[in-house]
């Protein structure tokens, strides 16, 4: 599986229809999702799922209101029930040719919602818009429930995921696999030579862990980590434990480098707590897509990434209401390698 860096193809990503996932606070997520797009449009296509024809005109309305490259929007008719592509989109991995697979993993709600059935056919729907075979993996003739916000890759050998979301009973996945099976799993799929076990995610995360809110590959051999200064916040703990671990991983006897991004403060909205993290960012082909959560900490993080991805121009999107939905910027965002 190549890293999220390397070069890409297209960018898939399903509009916002369900109201239910904002409560309330559904009519700017639109306006976000338009503007994500616009910013993509700007180095590569977007594949734009979209339900029915009926809506086409008043998306391409609001695309073009903020400056998107429409002649780079290919709109593709799929049902979905959520919009969350890194989930539910297919995850492609390279042959030995070079040539792109579709995998097709089984989805199930995040093993927490019941209305899941069109998200699960998603790949199957949209596979013959995109070249390369699709395969279904399974174990034991089983096939396997697997996110991509789940892992992250260093498109090198290496894997990040959490024990909390693949391992714990609680939105268990795949009551039939143990850590020694999703090893060998990733290293069939992925060709991941070691992976990397966190160990909890952050709180407010309906999914239960996952790593794309916490931990990503910036380099082949360094790791952005979500890091909390406050004692008394919930994740302190449990970030912390996170950096001990990656501090005793080591590749060949060296050492990960690893670069702590502080964690915005606690975001709660209708009193509930929503995982709001910088972790959850998308690199492209000559952009990094950062949400922003009109914190102090903002301008702090941007320096940051600014001096990290030196090659690439970094876009802050404000997420606070995006946030609402439980995810940001990387979970509604699903790549397509050259």
């Excluded at 297209?10 to 306006?31: A, E, L, M, Q, V």
């Excluded at 400056?67 to 991995?93: E, H, L, S, Y």
């Excluded at 994740?235 to 005793?248: G, P, Q, S, T």
């Excluded at 480098?257 to 960012?281: D, E, G, H, Q, T």
Aim: proline share 4%; aromatic share 12%; charged share 30%.
């Amino acid at each position: 599986m190549p890293a999220e860096w390397e070069k890409q193809q297209s960018t898939i990503i399903g509009w916002p229809y369900n109201k239910n996932d904002w409560p309330g606070r559904f009519k700017n997520i639109p306006k976000v999702f338009a503007k994500i797009i616009s910013k993509i449009t700007k180095s590569q296509k977007v594949n734009l799922l979209i339900k029915d024809n009926n809506s086409k005109n008043l998306i391409k309305k609001l695309l073009r209101k903020n400056n998107a490259r429409i002649q780079n929007v290919k709109f593709i008719i799929c049902k979905t029930d959520r919009i969350w592509m890194r989930d539910t989109g297919p995850i492609f991995i390279k042959d030995k040719k070079d040539q792109n697979i579709l995998l097709n993993w089984k989805f199930n709600g995040w093993a927490k919602y019941k209305n899941y059935r069109a998200d699960d056919k998603v790949n199957i729907e949209i596979k013959n818009h995109f070249k390369g075979k699709v395969i279904r993996p399974k174990f034991n003739r089983k096939s396997i429930v697997l996110e991509g916000g789940a892992i992250d890759v260093n498109g090198k050998g290496l894997l990040l995921t959490t024990k909390e979301c693949l391992l714990s009973k609680i939105q268990q996945r795949n009551s039939f696999l143990k850590r020694k099976n999703y090893n060998h799993i990733f290293k069939k799929f992925f060709g991941v030579k070691k992976v990397i076990w966190l160990n909890k995610g952050i709180e407010g995360d309906d999914t239960h862990g996952h790593v794309d809110d916490i931990a990503r590959f910036v380099k082949y051999n360094k790791v952005f980590l979500a890091y909390e200064n406050n004692k008394k916040d919930k994740n302190f703990k449990n970030l912390n434990e996170n950096l001990r671990i990656l501090k005793n991983f080591r590749i060949n006897s060296t050492q990960i480098k690893i670069r702590k991004i502080p964690m915005p403060r606690p975001i709660y909205i209708n009193s509930i707590r929503v995982p709001a993290s910088y972790l959850n960012f998308y690199i492209f082909n000559k952009f990094v897509l950062l949400p922003t959560f009109n914190d102090p900490k903002d301008k702090v993080v941007i320096k940051i990434f600014k001096k990290e991805f030196d090659n690439r121009k970094i876009v802050p999107i404000d997420c606070s209401e995006l946030i609402w939905g439980f995810g940001a910027i990387h979970c509604l965002t699903q790549q397509e390698p050259k």
